[in-house]
């Protein structure tokens, strides 16, 4: 009887463990969670406009809806360039889905199933790690003989864009050994990305956030 209570006992005291570990990995996966919401801002309505500062035209980038996806809010990003920035209206147009993890800030493809032909999420990655640490890097693609990788460059730099100025957290995306190819992102806490340098064969490719309209988060 003594070596069953104690016996009890120690089960009692295991299953306390277990739970309060599990308590705390959930409470620390809630807290990661928020700091990621605060970094990026994610809701349908969000609107950010870009101008080339080489003259192009102006591009937008619209959140149009939300889904729950296996327990995370999905957004579908759609983008373009605007005929007419006033007016919006999209001459080229292009869609991403995005999502805020404990992680960082996700972006995936939604595609369609080759056998039941339903839409699903697909290339789903981590694109933006925060919080971020300068020099730190992490693969963006499964390509072993490719991979797209990403290197936090800073945590602190200023930019001045016409939306206005922001501190940012820049992150560059590259393929090793290949030089002919880099894509910078300034991502400004709180904002998102203010300006972005694509570099293509050469060509040096600056688009920066000309304005922006956030909305609010649904109340759940």
Excluded at 123 to 149: C, H, I, W
Aim: glycine share 8%; proline share 5%.
């Amino acid at each position: 009887m003594k070596r069953m209570s104690v016996w009890l006992l120690g089960a009692v005291l295991g299953c306390m463990l277990s739970c309060g570990i599990v308590v705390a990995q959930d409470v620390a996966e809630e807290a990661a969670l928020a700091d990621v919401e605060a970094f990026y801002p994610l809701a349908v309505g969000n609107v950010w406009i870009f101008e080339s500062e080489g003259g192009g035209p102006a591009s937008t980038e619209t959140i149009v809806e939300s889904r729950e996806i296996d327990g995370v809010t999905w957004f579908r990003l759609k983008g373009g360039v605007a005929e007419d920035p006033a007016q919006q209206v999209e001459e080229e147009s292009w869609e991403l889905w995005l999502a805020n993890l404990p992680d960082g800030h996700a972006d995936a493809d939604m595609l369609p199933d080759e056998q039941t032909g339903e839409e699903g999420l697909a290339n789903q990655r981590v694109y933006f790690r925060f919080p971020a640490k300068e020099g730190e890097t992490y693969k963006l693609s499964a390509d072993d003989d490719a991979p797209m990788m990403m290197r936090v460059i800073s945590t602190e730099t200023r930019v001045l864009t016409p939306a206005g100025a922001f501190d940012c957290i820049v992150y560059q995306e590259y393929i090793p050994g290949d030089l002919s190819y880099t894509f910078r992102a300034y991502v400004s806490p709180g904002v998102g990305v203010v300006k972005t340098e694509t570099l293509l064969d050469g060509e040096l490719i600056v688009d920066v956030l000309r304005e922006y309209s956030l909305a609010l988060p649904r109340e759940e």
